[in-house]
């Protein structure tokens, strides 16, 4: 295990570059991310198993997340608190090559297409999914869902449109009901997104048809849904995971897509939630960030506010996924990672490395590298 | 068996001739137009006892008019049964009454009568009354008679065959029936089949008196499983509903209006470390050195705020908070224990491979090949591919050449085979 600590700055995001094996970027925030600036590092790993900093950048806002370029092995983009997001290049000091600012609110995820390669995704908690070309001055779509004002998460605010029937006397001072948090290129398909939102939907967007939205359900019963990937390896799977401590994967052709039309108006979301195909239990607070394992379709990478890292097995069998035999939460987590002792809020897999070496960033103003336990389990 | 059927229709008849008399009941809106039907007897089919006592049946004028049996027999089947779930209690208490007179279980009686006298004794008196005005003493004493020798029958018969019986009762009715010439011949399969589906009803009246008791037990006890569920369902709503009105009391009390920063440290607070019994020692003893917590601790206690230009978080004294020395406390490689530490869920089984040190098996023994190959190379001896792979061709075929020679010799189809095989072996012919 190899550790890195960022002193002054809290940890937010963190990438191993899909060009070198040794290459690392940190997004970091100062105060949490409650205000203050932020720093993107560009960390390498030492043939001596020691951690330098190869250079770092000040941002005027917290970074929250961060991408490196398919295309070129210096850029890297990430996502800044105050709605902008930035390109940086390694061989370029100081400040970023490019900064485009059409977010409202916070950008949270920055994620590359690692098939087009080209275009990079950005979901921010104003609502809405941007889809950029890095030599492109100004966003090439923006994706913005309806909002779905009947789950916990949502509840009906003071001046927003809300459904004709008062759900709940409960009143409440959340106003997170548009955030997206993550969206996600597909690694199967050029044009394939999925985006976790804080109103619990996990929704599937094709860039190509005429109205993108393809899929949407509930995926974390009304709690906010935190995260979610693609499986590199099976297609049609993906994990989200959130507030309700569970990480879910789903088969996405198990879920009957509802599309509105002329005949049947009706919401093109499930009111309730789709049975997942595997369900991994074990975080004690919400899942921050998860990531499917490049080098293993089954090996899951979880981190969590109950401030521990967790790799789990999706031993679900395709072929017989309701003779659940294995679905016993203990047999599927095959390691714990307990270093951090604040809050980890982001993870990786190494692409190039050891299968199974992994990176994870928290609070805690640290980064460590580590190797996931029973990885052959 | 003959003489059981002669029972059955004897008792059928009689009962026929019971039913028309009860069912003749002055306030029935159906008297008019049932007065077209050719033969009172079509109203035992069509208005079972069960329609005197529910009262939403006798109002259904559908029901009174020109009808035939195909279209109640839909009505009997398309019937929404939840609305007899739904019925007032007096009603069910109606139905239950019914079966005072059928004397058959006494117990049983006595068990529903005190059932009923708890709830509601206005019902039952007044369906005694309509009863007795329904049933000349006589007619009733004559029926208990042959009810009583009946359901001793009926006792002494297994109860799987009794259907049976009843069903050839029914259709030794019919036929007798058919032959008086009251029904159009149309009528006949849809009838038959009424009759059937009214029989496992239990309704049949006359033939089947014993059969609405084991069919009401069930129904009651249905009804009463019911009854039971519904209240668990109100009672658990009521739960539901007194926790949503007591967590937005709670709601409105501990978070105030305004999203400053200190009310909403003072939320992440709660939440963080509120209900700790849920979580693992380890996450706890962490949370508890949480400078993230100690910094929301200090932000609810307004020790902590933000600056005036809202970029800064400052102490008191108008400090930024990353230059006061204390409060960033983690120490780089400042950890103890393993840093791997395995899940502590669960049960605290021995391991079986404790006794194997880490290392001592090779990762190559993990795969299959890896094993297969720390086997041959253990024996000692090179596997060969003839180890697996029989050659006919080899020593073997002898043994079973010279047996065949032994035997066949001298047998004209085997000759051929013999002089290949010895051809084969080198010898010659």
Not at chain 1, 67 to 93: R, Y
Not at chain 2, 28 to 40: E, F, G, I, L, T
Not at chain 2, 117 to 127: E, R
Request: net charge negative; aromatic share 10%.
């Amino acid at each position: 295990m190899l550790s890195f600590r960022t002193t002054g700055y809290n940890g937010y995001g963190v990438k191993y570059s899909p060009f070198y094996d040794n290459k690392l970027a940190v997004a970091t925030a100062a105060n949490y991310g409650l205000v203050g600036n932020g720093r993107l590092y560009i960390l390498s790993i030492n043939n001596d198993g020691s951690i330098s900093s190869d250079t770092h950048y000040d941002t005027q806002d917290g970074l929250f997340d961060i991408a490196w370029s398919e295309t070129h092995e210096n850029q890297c983009v990430a996502a800044s608190g105050d709605g902008s997001i930035k390109l940086f290049d390694v061989q370029v000091g100081q400040f970023p090559v490019m900064n485009w600012h059409e977010h409202q609110r916070e950008v949270f995820s920055v994620n590359w297409n690692m098939v087009d390669k080209t275009n990079f995704v950005s979901a921010s908690w104003d609502g809405s999914i941007k889809i950029w070309l890095p030599n492109r001055q100004q966003s090439l779509l923006t994706l913005s869902p309806e909002v779905d004002y009947t789950t916990m998460a949502s509840p009906v605010a003071a001046t927003a449109k809300g459904p004709a029937v008062p759900l709940s006397n409960k009143t409440t001072t959340n106003t997170t009901q548009t955030c997206i948090y993550q969206a996600v290129f597909s690694p199967h398909s050029p044009s394939v997104v999925v985006s976790a939102h804080a109103n619990s939907h996990v929704m599937i967007w094709d860039l190509r048809a005429p109205h993108p939205l393809q899929l949407d359900y509930v995926a974390h019963g009304g709690l906010e849904t935190l995260t979610i990937d693609w499986n590199k390896y099976r297609s049609a799977v993906i994990a989200s995971s959130g507030v309700d401590k569970s990480v879910k994967v789903w088969d996405t052709r198990m879920i009957e897509s509802v599309q509105p039309s002329a005949s049947a108006p009706m919401p093109s979301f499930h009111n309730a939630s789709p049975a997942p195909l595997n369900q991994f239990m074990g975080h004690e607070f919400a899942v921050r960030r998860i990531s499917w394992s490049p080098h293993d379709g089954a090996s899951l990478l979880s981190c969590s506010y109950d401030m521990s890292c967790r790799v789990w097995q999706d031993h679900m069998d395709d072929k017989a996924r309701f003779l659940g035999a294995r679905r016993m939460g203990p047999l599927q987590c095959t390691g714990v990672f307990g270093n951090h002792r604040e809050f980890v809020i982001g993870c990786d897999w190494s692409m190039w490395g050891e299968p199974g070496w992994c990176v994870s960033t928290g609070w805690d103003e640290m980064v460590y590298v580590w190797d996931t336990p029973n990885k052959q389990a | 068996m003959l003489q059981a059927l002669d029972a059955d229709s004897a008792s059928g008849s009689f009962s026929q001739a019971h039913a028309r008399s009860a069912f003749q009941v002055p306030e029935r809106p159906s008297v008019n137009s049932m007065k077209a039907m050719p033969d009172q007897k079509h109203r035992l089919l069509f208005f079972p006892p069960k329609r005197n006592i529910n009262t939403q049946h006798i109002m259904d004028t559908a029901s009174c008019g020109p009808s035939n049996a195909l279209q109640n027999l839909s009505k009997h089947t398309q019937r929404d049964r939840s609305l007899q779930n739904d019925i007032s209690l007096g009603a069910r208490q109606a139905l239950f009454a019914s079966n005072k007179f059928n004397q058959v279980d006494r117990n049983l009686q006595n068990d529903f009568a005190a059932f009923n006298q708890g709830q509601n004794s206005f019902q039952q008196a007044h369906y005694e009354q309509l009863y007795n005005q329904q049933f000349p003493a006589n007619v009733e004493q004559q029926r208990r008679a042959e009810d009583s020798q009946w359901a001793q029958s009926f006792q002494d018969l297994n109860l799987t065959s009794q259907p049976q019986n009843l069903s050839v009762a029914s259709n030794q009715w019919q036929s007798q029936f058919m032959q008086q010439g009251n029904v159009q011949q149309p009528q006949i399969r849809p009838l038959n089949a009424f009759a059937t589906n009214f029989m496992r009803s239990g309704m049949t009246g006359n033939m089947a008196m014993t059969v609405p008791q084991p069919t009401h037990q069930l129904e009651h006890q249905q009804l009463h499983k019911q009854e039971a569920e519904q209240d668990l369902f109100n009672q658990e709503f009521a739960n539901v509903e007194r926790e949503l009105q007591q967590e937005a009391r709670q709601v409105d009390v501990t978070v105030p209006e305004d999203h400053s920063l200190a009310a909403t440290a003072e939320q992440v607070l709660a939440v963080m470390t509120g209900e700790a019994t849920s979580r693992s020692a380890e996450t706890n003893s962490k949370f508890q050195n949480s400078n993230f917590l100690k910094l929301m601790q200090s932000i609810a206690a307004k020790e902590v705020a933000l600056n005036d230009s809202q970029d800064k978080l400052v102490t008191r004294d108008g400090t930024d908070i990353r230059e006061v020395p204390e409060m960033p406390a983690v120490m780089a490689g400042g950890f103890s224990g393993n840093p791997l530490t395995r899940e502590a869920r669960g049960s605290h089984l021995p391991d079986p491979l404790a006794h194997i040190p880490d290392g001592a098996l090779s990762p190559t023994y993990n795969s299959p090949l890896g094993s297969a190959m720390f086997v041959q190379k253990s024996m000692g001896k090179k596997i060969q591919m003839q180890d697996w792979v029989e050659d006919y061709g080899m020593d073997s075929e002898d043994e079973l050449s010279s047996q065949w020679k032994a035997n066949f010799d001298g047998e004209d189809m085997f000759m051929l085979r013999n002089r290949e095989n010895e051809a084969y072996m080198g010898y010659d012919g």
